[in-house]
C-alpha cells in the first residue's frame, strides 16, 4: 500500500539522549518535509529536502539535522534531546515542491 | 512577518452549512491548501487553491480572493464525522508551507 510510514508511533526519552525519527515514503516523491506540531500553534517546518542529496532548513532547525541519502527515507535526529522537543512530528512528501503534501500518521515524541 | 488567521473554535449542527475564514500575509503566494485533522491524526488534504474563485469537491467548496488575502472552506450537510480540526495553509515564494494554528470544528446533533 502506498504511503508514508514513520517509527516510533511513540517515544519517551531522557534529556540528552540521542534520538532518529524514521520516514519512509513508497511514492517516489521528491519532496519532502519534517514538521513539529504544538498545541495552539500551526505545524511549523523543521527540515526539508526539495530531492534526494539536498537538504534545507525550515522555520525551527535548531537541534535537529537530516540526511537524504535516497529518495525513500528522511530521517530527522535530535542530537541531545531537551524538553522544548517534547511535541508531535510528521513526515510528509510531495510530488515536488509546489504539490501536494501527504502526511505520515506521526511520532509522539517526549522528552523528560 | 508572515501570517494566517482562522477562528480557533467553532461549532455547528449536524445537517447545516459553515464556513471557516482564513486570512493570510505571507511573502509570496503559489497557492492555498486546506487540510482536516481529526484527533490524534494525521492532516488529509482536502483542498487548493491557486486562482481566485470557488473549488467544489463535494460537500466541501474551498473560496479564495488573492487581492484580499482571504480564503473560506464552506461544508454543507454537515455530519458528525465532520468534527475535526481544519488547517489552512498558504505555499509562499520559497514554496514552504505557512500554516494556520487550526479551527477546530464541534458537530452538535
Known amino acids: 500500500i502506498a504511503g508514508i510510514t514513520q517509527a516510533p508511533t511513540s517515544q519517551i526519552l531522557a534529556a540528552g539522549r540521542r534520538m532518529t525519527l524514521r520516514c519512509t515514503q513508497d511514492?517516489?516523491?521528491?519532496?519532502m518535509y519534517w514538521y513539529r506540531q504544538d498545541l495552539g500553534l500551526g505545524l511549523r517546518l523543521i527540515h526539508y529536502s526539495n530531492t534526494a542529496g539536498t537538504t534545507g532548513k525550515g522555520e525551527v532547525p535548531d537541534g535537529y539535522s537530516v540526511s537524504r541519502a535516497n529518495t525513500d527515507d528522511f530521517p530527522l535526529t535530535l542530537a541531545s534531546a531537551v524538553p522544548s522537543q517534547t511535541s508531535v512530528y510528521f513526515c510528509a512528501s510531495s510530488r515536488d515542491k509546489v504539490d501536494t503534501q501527504y502526511f505520515g500518521p506521526g511520532t509522539r515524541l517526549t522528552v523528560l | 512577518g508572515q501570517n494566517i488567521d482562522q477562528p480557533t473554535e467553532m461549532t455547528a449542527t449536524e445537517g447545516a452549512i459553515v464556513q471557516i475564514n482564513c486570512t493570510y500575509q505571507?511573502?509570496?503566494?503559489?497557492?492555498l491548501f486546506w487540510y482536516q485533522q481529526h484527533a490524534g491524526e494525521a492532516p488529509t488534504f482536502l483542498s487548493y487553491?491557486?486562482l481566485d474563485g470557488l473549488e467544489e469537491k463535494g460537500r466541501f467548496s474551498s473560496f479564495l480572493s488573492r487581492s484580499k488575502g482571504y480564503s473560506y472552506l464552506l461544508l454543507k450537510e454537515l455530519q458528525m464525522k465532520d468534527s475535526a480540526s481544519y488547517l489552512c495553509a498558504v505555499l509562499d515564494s520559497n514554496y514552504q508551507l505557512i500554516w494556520g494554528a487550526g479551527t477546530k470544528l464541534i458537530i452538535k446533533p
Open positions: 505571507t511573502s509570496g503566494f503559489n497557492g
Open positions: 511514492m517516489r516523491h521528491n519532496a
Open positions: 487553491n491557486v
